[in-house]
């Protein structure tokens, strides 16, 4: 019987959730919903999208980096799960075909797909296998061949970041271009950056300022090419800075430009380029980093949904954290959490621990950018910590939530579940635990033992219900039983 609730929940859920994934190799985004009008940017094949509006055939999308355009509805397509298998790979060619029949032969491909796209393979391959079966986001099963897939996928080092970058030297120059199929120069930097885990922003003036990076040489006439390190991003400006690259040491620099005849990739040298260098930009060390902040009048004021003035512990109790994580893409993010004073040092090293393992936590937001709307932020897998209001199903028990004491990590894939209710509800086909999924909670596992050790407690380990997204620390000596119990 409880098998047959799973299946009719799994069913139910799947098909009235959706997150929009790009459903052709690379889309254009146009600055309005016409194809004469002017490409922004580019999206490649499964990429998540987010809908910001829609006329007739078209839909206004929003990419992970923020940049956003219109780009014609045929081309996206809904799938819940896709980004949740822990079996995408990325595309390591340049271009990879895609085929229906295990064979380069008789058939034209199916599809090519650009550098870096993540497809999902059927099972995990074997070790001799030329051929390996991949699902497509529309779930038809298709053949790629293993030699254009990178099977152990893992950040690169900048020195690795510097050889790779000539892999695409004689692509060509393309307006708005963000694949392998033609770059423009902050396309170029930013898909060289994310090889790393960094998501630059899209465009020239908000890379320059960018948080993870920090400044070199600030002004024109201060700059010393000396003082220039391989890696570095060299931006080139006549009144406003126009044009990025990379630079590779012994004054040369990589792009993807116009000027100096080359249409195309290409390696040019700072003292004999047309580009009027301006300004350089050092990535920051890509380490675990935290901050540990009181409660501001600005944090509150975002905080309106989820603070309640007669919470059981007040304000000044609580602190505010900013975390560094990885995410379901294989990049580095930053998170916004609030708890209690006395576990925030406990909940940075956390963290930490998870960040050195790698541990996906998809997103890491305040719950008041969901209006503190406790099945709305599950849906998304969004981990939250405090949030002033009773135990679920209750209407006068705080929860542990409430005094800052309790941390949801992927909740999407580690649901709670009590008597048939289910939350999230999209979270239900994850109550079987023998599924393999991205951010999947296990006892044993890093994050489960990280909160352990520090004497947390699991909502996987109880018996009145299963909560596998909830860890809480229970500090007030006074409070009910049932409060550590909660979610």
């Known amino acids: 019987m409880y098998r047959r609730l799973l299946f009719f929940f799994y069913l139910y859920f799947t098909l009235s959730l959706s997150a929009t994934l790009v459903n052709r190799p690379v889309v254009n985004m146009y600055a309005a919903p016409s194809e004469e009008a002017e490409v922004l940017s580019q999206a490649i094949y499964a990429s998540s999208v987010e809908v910001v509006a829609t006329s007739d055939d078209w839909t206004r999308i929003k990419t992970p980096d923020g940049d956003s355009g219109w780009t014609l509805s045929s081309d996206l397509i809904d799938n819940q799960k896709y980004w949740m298998s822990p079996l995408l790979r990325p595309i390591s060619s340049l271009f990879a075909h895609v085929y229906l029949v295990r064979d380069t032969e008789p ?73 392998s199929y033609g770059f423009d120069c902050t396309g170029y930097v930013q898909m060289l950056y994310k090889q790393m885990g960094v998501l630059l922003p899209r465009h020239v003036c908000p890379q320059a300022p960018f948080e993870q990076l920090m400044p070199q040489s600030p002004l024109l006439d201060s700059i010393e090419l000396s003082e220039l390190l391989p890696g570095d991003l060299v931006f080139f400006a006549h009144r406003y800075p126009h044009h990025v690259g990379i630079y590779l040491g012994h004054d040369e620099f990589i792009h993807a430009g116009v000027r100096d005849h080359r249409p195309f990739v290409n390696i040019n040298n700072l003292k004999k380029t047309d580009y009027q260098l301006a300004f350089a930009r050092r990535l920051k060390p890509l380490n675990y980093t935290y901050s540990i902040s009181e409660i501001t009048p600005d944090i509150k004021a975002r905080m309106q949904y989820s603070w309640r003035d007669d919470n059981p512990v007040a304000l000044e109790d609580l602190r505010f954290l900013k975390i560094r994580h990885w995410g379901y893409d294989d990049l580095i993010h ?33 719950i008041d950018e969901y209006q503190a709307d406790d099945e709305a932020s599950c849906t998304d897998n969004n981990s939250s910590a405090f949030c002033s209001r009773m135990i679920t199903g209750s209407t006068n028990l705080w929860s542990n939530h409430s005094y800052g004491c309790a941390v949801d990590i992927n909740p999407l894939v580690n649901p709670y579940a009590r008597n048939g209710y289910i939350c999230p509800k999209a979270g239900a086909p994850y109550l079987d635990r023998t599924h393999d999924v991205k951010g999947k909670i296990d006892r044993e596992g890093v994050c489960c033992q990280a909160f352990l050790k520090r004497g947390w407690e699991w909502g996987g380990d109880w018996t009145s219900l299963v909560d596998y997204q909830h860890f809480e620390k229970n500090l007030y000596q006074n409070l009910p039983d049932i409060v550590q119990n909660d979610s």
């Open 107 to 179: 058939r034209k491909p199916l599809m090519t797909l650009p550098f870096s796209t993540m497809v999902q393979l059927v099972e995990r391959p074997d070790a001799d296998s030329r051929w390996l079966l991949i699902r497509l986001i529309d779930g038809q099963k298709a053949w790629i061949q293993r030699g254009d897939l990178n099977l152990d996928p893992k950040p690169i080092q900048l020195d690795m970041m510097l050889a790779l970058s000539k892999k695409f030297l004689g692509l060509p120059y393309t307006w708005g271009g963000s694949s």
């Open 334 to 366: 930053e998170g916004e959490l609030v708890v209690h004073a006395l576990v925030a040092q406990d909940v940075v090293d956390i963290f930490g621990e998870l960040f050195k393992a790698r541990f996906p936590v998809e997103k890491i937001r305040l």
